[in-house]
């Protein structure tokens, strides 16, 4: 079984630092790799291109609640420390598999159209506007907290009509809920934030709006249950993810002058940059938990029934199989089919929405701050703890 035997713990805070050079040499030893997770999970990485597009369309590979429970506590260290998630939100898009999965998602991209996301381009450009106003004039800002996070928690909130006053604690949330390190503090944020969504949606049941969750409620065809699960999957996965995108976008340009140059010479390269962007430091690293439901076999590891399957994302981005030269940023490179968006049935459905978040985020801010660059002490760049996503604590910068 050509696997390697090094003994890998993923998400400790040295691998977190590190991963690139880790899932490198991972990459160039094995095409699957059992490792640890911090918490005691055991599990299969896929670190290859070629593999982790095969792992993503092997429908035998299965993300239901039930079958991921137990397969979870069998491969854990300690069966006791298994994930809770209070029952109606873990029914969700990304927890389910085959024709369930197929009538919700259908659903959803039914309203989640490229023209309701193209209509959304003046209020993502105004409320980066407004985020930059408050930036200029100050000498050094933190531009993850000041903008990257809070431009796409106001865009998801303004996509499906959650009031101002309680955007602050959907940030808090669903920080606890991604962080997924004190699973008794995960319980009690998603029981909040289902509760809150419940009355959001009745709200919308009685006085619709023009928002998504309107839509949904409007469209018919999926239980209160699943308007929830949906409401609340949107809000996590959309806010985190795309905030991701613009800060370690930022910081990748400023890393590289010339690239940055390059940028700034022909606004025109952004969405391509963008693309670029998105595969040079994936904003969710790693893609949400799979059990093989039947024993499978990838890039040439037999992986047994019952045991868990990670893939990659940041890795295979970085397959210079793939992607020539991969450790080198090129924002005139042709990243087309970059999986940081996933791939087959759970393919992110909001790209669009974070492709034009990201479009408008980076180009504003680098017309608007000329002088922008890099304000961070020695240490200061670090990546924050998480198990799928890769994004920074914090990213200071001067404006100019
Ligand atoms: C740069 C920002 C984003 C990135 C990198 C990203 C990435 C991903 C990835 C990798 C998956 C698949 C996970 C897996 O297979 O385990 C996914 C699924 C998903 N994403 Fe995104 N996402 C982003 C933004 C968004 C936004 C803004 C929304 C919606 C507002 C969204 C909605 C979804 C949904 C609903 C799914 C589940 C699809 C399904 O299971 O069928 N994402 N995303």
Same mark, same amino acid.
């Given at each position: 079984?050509?696997?390697?035997?090094?003994?890998?713990?993923?998400?400790?805070?040295?691998?977190?630092?590190?991963?690139?050079?880790?899932?490198?040499?991972?990459?160039?030893?094995?095409?699957?790799?059992?490792?640890?997770?911090?918490?005691?999970?055991?599990?299969?990485?896929?670190?290859?291109?070629?593999?982790?597009?095969?792992?993503? !369309?092997?429908?035998?590979?299965?993300?239901?609640?039930?079958?991921?429970?137990?397969?979870? @506590?069998?491969?854990?260290?300690?069966?006791?420390?298994?994930? !809770?998630?209070?029952?109606?939100?873990?029914?969700?898009?990304?927890?389910?598999?085959?024709?369930?999965?197929?009538?919700?998602?259908?659903?959803?991209?039914?309203?989640?159209?490229?023209?309701?996301?193209?209509?959304?381009?003046?209020?993502?450009?105004?409320?980066?506007?407004?985020?930059?106003? *408050?930036?200029?004039?100050?000498?050094?800002?933190?531009?993850?907290?000041?903008?990257?996070?809070?431009?796409?928690?106001?865009? &998801?909130?303004?996509?499906?009509?959650?009031?101002?006053?309680?955007?602050?604690? $959907?940030?808090?949330?669903?920080?606890?809920?991604?962080?997924?390190?004190?699973?008794?503090?995960?319980?009690?944020?998603?029981?909040?934030?289902? *509760? $809150?969504?419940?009355?959001?949606?009745?709200?919308?049941?009685?006085?619709?709006?023009?928002?998504?969750?309107?839509?949904?409620?409007?469209?018919?065809?999926? !239980?209160?249950?699943?308007?929830?699960?949906?409401?609340?999957?949107?809000?996590?996965?959309?806010?985190?993810?795309?905030?991701?995108?613009?800060?370690?976008?930022?910081?990748?340009?400023? @890393?590289?002058? %010339?690239?940055?140059?390059?940028?700034?010479?022909?606004?025109?390269?952004?969405?391509?940059?963008?693309?670029?962007? &998105?595969? $040079?430091?994936?904003?969710?690293?790693?893609?949400?938990?799979?059990?093989?439901?039947?024993?499978?076999?990838?890039?040439?590891?037999?992986?047994?029934?019952?045991?868990?399957?990670?893939?990659?994302?940041?890795?295979?981005? @970085?397959?210079?199989?793939? $992607?020539?030269? *991969?450790?080198?940023?090129?924002? !005139?490179?042709?990243?087309?089919?970059?999986?940081?968006?996933?791939?087959?049935?759970?393919?992110?459905?909001?790209?669009? &929405?974070?492709?034009?978040?990201?479009?408008?985020?980076? %180009?504003?801010?680098?017309?608007?701050?000329?002088?922008?660059?890099?304000?961070?002490?020695?240490?200061?760049?670090?990546?924050?703890?998480?198990?799928?996503?890769?994004?920074?604590?914090?990213?200071?910068?001067?404006?100019?």
């Amino acid at each position: 079984m050509p696997t390697s035997m090094r003994s890998v713990t993923l998400f400790t805070d040295e691998y977190l630092q590190n991963s690139h050079e880790v899932l490198a040499l991972l990459r160039a030893e094995g095409p699957v790799h059992r490792a640890r997770t911090a918490n005691g999970l055991h599990v299969w990485v896929v670190t290859r291109y070629d593999d982790a597009v095969a792992a993503l !369309t092997d429908e035998r590979l299965l993300k239901n609640p039930e079958g991921l429970t137990a397969a979870i @506590r069998d491969n854990l260290d300690d069966p006791d420390r298994g994930l !809770t998630f209070s029952g109606d939100i873990a029914h969700h898009l990304l927890n389910s598999d085959g024709a369930e999965h197929a009538r919700v998602r259908g659903v959803l991209a039914g309203a989640f159209t490229g023209e309701r996301i193209e209509r959304m381009r003046p209020r993502i450009t105004a409320i980066a506007d407004e985020l930059l106003d *408050a930036m200029a004039g100050k000498r050094r800002v933190d531009l993850v907290d000041e903008y990257a996070l809070l431009l796409p928690g106001s865009v &998801l909130c303004e996509l499906l009509g959650v009031p101002h006053q309680d955007r602050d604690r $959907f940030r808090t949330w669903s920080n606890i809920i991604l962080a997924a390190t004190d699973p008794d503090a995960i319980r009690d944020a998603s029981i909040a934030l289902a *509760a $809150f969504l419940v009355q959001l949606i009745r709200g919308k049941q009685v006085a619709p709006g023009e928002d998504l969750i309107s839509e949904l409620v409007g469209a018919g065809g999926l !239980t209160e249950a699943e308007l929830i699960s949906i409401a609340f999957l949107l809000l996590v996965v959309g806010h985190e993810t795309s905030g991701n995108l613009i800060a370690n976008g930022v910081l990748s340009l400023l @890393r590289d002058p %010339g690239q940055l140059a390059a940028l700034r010479a022909d606004p025109s390269l952004l969405p391509k940059a963008v693309e670029e962007l &998105l595969r $040079f430091e994936s904003p969710v690293a790693m893609t949400t938990l799979r059990y093989a439901g039947e024993p499978v076999v990838i890039g040439g590891v037999d992986i047994p029934r019952g045991e868990i399957v990670i893939v990659a994302l940041n890795s295979a981005n @970085r397959d210079s199989a793939r $992607f020539p030269d *991969a450790d080198r940023l090129d924002l !005139t490179r042709d990243a087309d089919g970059h999986l940081a968006f996933g791939h087959g049935v759970h393919r992110c459905l909001g790209a669009a &929405l974070a492709r034009l978040t990201g479009v408008v985020a980076i %180009g504003r801010l680098l017309d608007r701050f000329p002088g922008l660059r890099l304000d961070a002490r020695d240490g200061e760049i670090r990546w924050r703890r998480s198990t799928f996503m890769h994004g920074l604590h914090a990213l200071p910068v001067a404006p100019g």
